[in-house]
């Protein structure tokens, strides 16, 4: 092998090593592509969707309310799941309910123009706990969440969905609502 040729491998190699190391770094601390397997989200998010997950912007602000986000589920959920997404309805301190298929936070109705379709069931005053979030699909009668398992910790957040990127008809920024 000539010196030149090594010298290419080396240099090729090189580079294939910093884009890994690059991506791992990427994915695990910035961003993340996620695909829906569910239609939970309905019809925000559609089945064979692809996101990309913001990772970092909650070290620098809050979280809130209307944001889609994509978590580990709870243990109190008793799914296997690696990841779960769902709007954020309620933030700590909230008090959560649903009284005749409306939600109410801190007894106000909560608009929702993202709704497939109002809840069929009520449920009694909840308040949210301090490092906790409520959260719930848009498929409200087809979406297992916070009304079932309780509040998210907030621990468990892994990131903020940010865009649609595929497939590329359902090309979106994902905002509150």
Known sequence: MTSVTRKNLLEWAGTIVVAIVLSLVIRS?????????SESMLPTLKVGDHLMTDKISYQFKSIQRGDIVVFTPPAE?????????????????DTVSIQERTVYINGKPLK???????PRED???????????????D?????????????????????????????FNHLKVLTRG
Not at 79 to 85: K, M, N, P, S
């Open 123 to 137: 449920l009694k005053p909840f308040t949210v706990p301090e490092d906790h979030v409520f959260v719930m699909g």
């Open 29 to 37: 601390y910035v961003a993340e592509a996620r695909w829906i397997p």
């Open 112 to 118: 929702e123009p993202y709704l497939l379709e109002k």
């Open 77 to 93: 959920a008793h799914i296997e799941e690696e990841a779960l997404i769902k709007r954020v309805i309620g933030l700590p301190g």
């Open 139 to 167: 498929n409200r009668n087809n979406s297992y969440d916070s009304r079932f398992w309780g509040p998210l910790p907030t621990d468990n957040i892994i990131g903020r969905a940010m865009f649609l990127y595929y497939p």
